[in-house]
């Protein structure tokens, strides 16, 4: 029987007496699975923390204290795509002024204020109504309004109302929306009669009502007035304490 030989490595010799350990082939597997487990692991932690969005609290943080050490490229490199295309460097930096002893104490100024910015989203919907955002414990959460999608509890509610609902054809919701003297012999039927028979009028009112949908509304008791366009206006009526449209042109 052939001695061991004392200079071959110990694994050759653990592989040739032990029949439960892996041979170099499966050793190579094996290592190979666990490499591209850690690779895998570490660019999903990887793309997690790229992709991790920055609180408006940090990135003013940053801000101000880019202008406080006067590092006004920084502070330029940190404003949106859209405000540099409004702005040039130059006009930034000119708007500073020529006094670092300033720019330093404006940075500071928001770098102090930034710990208490409340992270805060409005989003705005097509209609014009807004939907608010606030981050709680790591979590945006909703903070109003109360939903109210066929809303008549303000003139420019009903406004909105009016607009979506002839533009999607909700005869039901518009009938909501005709003051009681009109909707005496008046149905839901009768309006898609009408206004389906109207089809280029109807396209034509609901596109200048959604571009007036911002215009100032005159309050007076029950009454309310919108003037918009050239000559136009819609007159609200307030009934049973919602807002009706007495006249959409």
Not at 180 to 188: D, G, P, Q, S
Not at 190 to 212: F, S, T
Request: with cysteine; charged share 30%.
């Amino acid at each position: 029987m052939t001695p061991p030989d004392p200079l071959a490595p110990r694994s050759a010799a653990r592989d040739a007496s032990d029949p439960l350990a892996p041979r170099s082939g499966e050793r190579a597997r094996v290592r190979g699975r666990h490499t591209a487990h850690a690779a895998i692991l570490c660019f999903a932690v990887t793309l997690g923390c790229a992709h991790k969005p920055e609180g408006p609290a940090a990135t003013l943080q940053d801000f101000g204290a880019a202008l406080a050490r006067n590092d006004v490229r920084g502070a330029y490199a940190l404003t949106s795509a859209d405000f540099q295309k409004r702005t040039s460097y130059e006009a930034f930096a000119a708007g500073l002024g020529a006094n670092p002893a300033d720019t330093k104490a404006y940075g500071k100024r928001i770098g102090d204020e930034a710990a208490r910015v409340a992270p805060r989203v409005d989003l705005q919907l097509p209609q014009g109504e807004t939907v608010t955002l606030v981050l709680e414990a790591g979590r945006w959460r909703v903070d109003g309004p109360a939903p109210d999608p066929w809303g008549q509890r303000t003139p420019r509610a009903a406004l909105r109302t009016f607009v979506r609902a002839l533009g999607e054809r909700r005869y039901d919701i518009v009938l909501r929306l005709v003051p009681r003297r009109h909707r005496v012999e008046l149905t839901a039927d009768k309006l898609r009669q009408y206004w389906e028979a109207h089809q280029d009028e109807a396209r034509g009112l609901v596109a200048r009502l959604q571009a007036a949908l911002g215009a100032p509304i005159v309050e007076s008791g029950d009454e309310a007035h919108m003037p918009y366009g050239s000559e136009q206006e819609v007159v609200f009526v307030r009934e049973d304490g919602v807002w009706r449209i007495e006249d959409p042109d």
